[in-house]
């Protein structure tokens, strides 16, 4: 299965905490829920099926936004992919906050994820590209 979400790829941070009584609660900074609901409403308008169970391999394409303060030469060498991002994020954050994202929607857990490849590039159209792949059963 291959989908694209035209979604402005976001990082997972560290969550904050909050006093509730004794204890402490802990949440998601704003853009992260923010973009974890967004992506889930996305996924559940693209796939009308059952979440998968088995093991998956899981390709993750983020596009992310080329900067504004970069020059013209500079801006096309991104958009082309001569440049990557080697800036924060780093894939890995990404990954987090899309597969949390996901969870129930195209697969039960994203424990089930044992194949990760991860990808991280510029782009004039930013968004996040996955394919998930069903390598064995539960």
Known sequence: MKFVFDIEPVAQARPRATRFGKSIRLYDPKAVKVY????????????????????????????????????????????????????KADVTNYA????????????????????????KYYSDHPRVEIEVIEIGEA
């Not at 987090?96 to 990808?119: H, P, Q, R």
């Open 36 to 87: 974890k609901q967004s992506l889930a409403y996305l996924a559940q308008n693209a796939y009308h099926g059952k979440p998968l169970s088995g093991s998956l391999r899981v390709i993750l394409r983020f596009y992310r936004s080329i900067q504004r303060s970069v020059s013209k030469k500079e801006h096309t060498r991104r958009d082309n992919g001569q440049i990557r991002p080697t800036v």
């Open 96 to 119: 987090k906050s899309t597969e949390d994202a996901l969870n129930g929607i195209l697969w039960k857990d994203d424990a089930m994820i044992v194949d990760e490849f991860i990808y």
